[in-house]
C-alpha cells in the first residue's frame, strides 16, 4: 500500500499549483487559488498494477484530496486529505509542498516544483526526478 500511496503523491503533486494573492479584507482565504482551483488528474499505464488514474482537488486554501485508482488492484484504491502550501509563482516554477498522513497513518510529507498553463499542470518531483502532467477536469 506505501508503494502505491508513493505514486499517487508522485503523479497528484506534479499537477498542484496556485499563486498567492495579498491578504486584502476581500481574499477568500478558505477558497484554493483560481489557478489551482479545482479537479486535476492524469492517467498511465504501469506493467504490474495496469492503469493507474491519479487525481488532486484542491478543496480549500490549505486542503487538498488526493486519490488514486488502479485497474489491477481495485482493493489498492485510496482517498486522502492533505494540507499544501505553495510559494513562488505558478506560471513558473511554483514551490507546492504537501503533508499529511498516509492512509496507514504514517507522516508524509513531499515539496514539488509546479507550472500551471491553461489546463495543464506540470510538476516535478524534487525527490524522484520525475515530472508528470495533469489536465484539469
Known amino acids: 500500500m506505501e508503494k502505491y500511496l ?12 496556485f499563486s498567492l494573492t495579498s491578504c486584502g479584507d476581500d481574499d477568500d482565504d478558505d477558497a484554493p487559488d483560481g489557478a489551482l482551483a479545482g479537479k486535476w488528474q492524469v492517467s498511465y499505464y504501469d506493467s504490474e498494477d495496469g492503469y493507474i488514474t491519479s487525481t488532486i482537488e484542491f ?6 484530496r488526493l486519490s488514486e485508482t488502479y ?3 481495485p482493493e489498492d484504491n485510496f482517498s486522502v486529505e492533505e494540507n499544501y502550501s505553495i510559494s513562488g509563482d505558478v506560471k513558473d516554477n511554483a514551490r507546492l509542498r504537501i503533508w499529511g498522513k498516509t492512509t496507514d497513518g504514517d ?7 509546479i507550472t500551471v498553463s491553461g489546463d495543464k499542470m506540470t510538476m516535478y518531483d524534487l525527490a524522484d526526478d520525475e515530472t ?6
Open 6 to 17: 508513493k505514486l499517487f503523491f508522485v503523479a497528484l503533486f506534479a499537477a498542484l499549483s
Open 59 to 64: 478543496i480549500s486554501g490549505s486542503r487538498c
Open 71 to 73: 485497474s489491477n488492484y
Open 132 to 137: 508528470m502532467i495533469f489536465t484539469r477536469v
Open 107 to 113: 507522516p508524509y510529507e513531499q515539496t514539488l516544483l
